[in-house]
């Protein structure tokens, strides 16, 4: 039998179905690609087994199950709402983001400045990537200007 070379196409398939938690075996028969060749190209470029496309299919599995069971009215409001809040999401990220770097390029002049630049960062960050408890905690507790965060910002902007 000829030797086959597996196209760029090819592996970045197999790569996404590896990253989706695919096993080798089901990945060798939607590919073609043998299992040792697909062993050897995930551990060489670091494929990652458990990633956020493994959970993003296992929750899109859920959510079409149970929309299996809506109506057609019910269904035709779900799809609804749900593309309402996925594009009131890509708005407020865009308006996080300009936020960020319009408080980058504002001028600072005392610590009054710094705090409010600091806070338009971390509400920015969390509409763009959540709350994380940790920072949550971290914030909310300590004095002004004792976080790490907030020493940094300061120290940037008296240089």
Not at 66 to 82: C, P, Q, R, S, Y
Not at 104 to 124: H, P, V
Not at 139 to 151: D, M, R
Request: charged share 30%; proline share 3%.
């Amino acid at each position: 039998m000829a030797n086959v070379k597996t196209t760029p196409d090819e592996w970045a398939k197999a790569r996404e179905y590896y990253e989706a938690g695919l096993l080798l075996r089901e990945i060798e028969d939607k590919t073609g690609i043998a299992i040792p060749s697909i062993s050897k190209k995930a551990k060489a470029e670091g494929w990652a087994k458990e990633s956020e496309k493994k959970t993003l299919l296992q929750a899109a599995v859920r959510v079409g199950a149970a929309k299996a069971n809506l109506n057609d009215t019910a269904l035709e409001v779900h799809n609804e709402l749900v593309n309402e809040r996925v594009r009131r999401l890509e708005w407020l990220n865009i308006q996080a983001l300009k936020n960020v770097r319009e408080a980058m390029e504002a001028k600072c002049e005392n610590q009054n400045d710094f705090r409010a630049r600091a806070g338009t960062i971390i509400s920015a960050k969390e509409v763009v990537v959540g709350k994380s408890p940790d920072t949550a905690i971290q914030i909310n507790n300590a004095p002004p200007f004792e976080s790490e965060y907030l020493k940094k910002i300061q120290g940037d902007f008296e240089r």
